[in-house]
């Protein structure tokens, strides 16, 4: 069946940085575009940066362009998300997803803290 494990969350102070990772199983990894979303608490789940399926586009929020960077490894079926420059509001749990896929499960997502 579809999975995603993410991992790599922590605690960081502001202007650190992180690296998310989100291994995939369960279908044709390279066949997909894929998602990374974050959930704060209190509000709803956004898309935070999404790329192709041979990665060769990607796009992001607003909120972390030229901060974030969405990328991925085929041959290992992960997609990471490299966070630079991390601010207070980038604290939330960190999802992974196909794009398009309404179905798919959620993971159990990865916890991002930024705070002094």
């Known amino acids: 069946q579809v999975q995603f494990v993410e991992s790599g969350g922590g605690l960081v102070q502001p202007g650190g940085s992180l690296r998310l990772s989100c291994a995939a199983s369960?279908?044709?990894?390279?066949?997909?575009?894929m998602s990374w979303y974050r959930q704060a608490p209190g509000t709803a789940r956004e898309l935070v940066a999404a790329i192709t399926s041979a990665g060769g586009s990607t796009n992001y929020a607003d909120s972390v362009k030229g901060r974030f960077t969405i990328s991925r490894d085929n041959a290992k079926g992960t997609v990471y998300l490299q966070m630079n420059a991390l601010k207070p509001e980038d604290t939330a749990v960190y999802y992974c997803?196909?794009?398009?896929?309404?179905?798919?499960?959620w993971g159990k997502g990865t916890l991002v803290t930024v705070s002094s």
């Open positions: 369960g279908f044709t990894f390279s066949a997909d575009g």
């Open positions: 997803r196909r794009r398009g896929v309404g179905s798919d499960p």
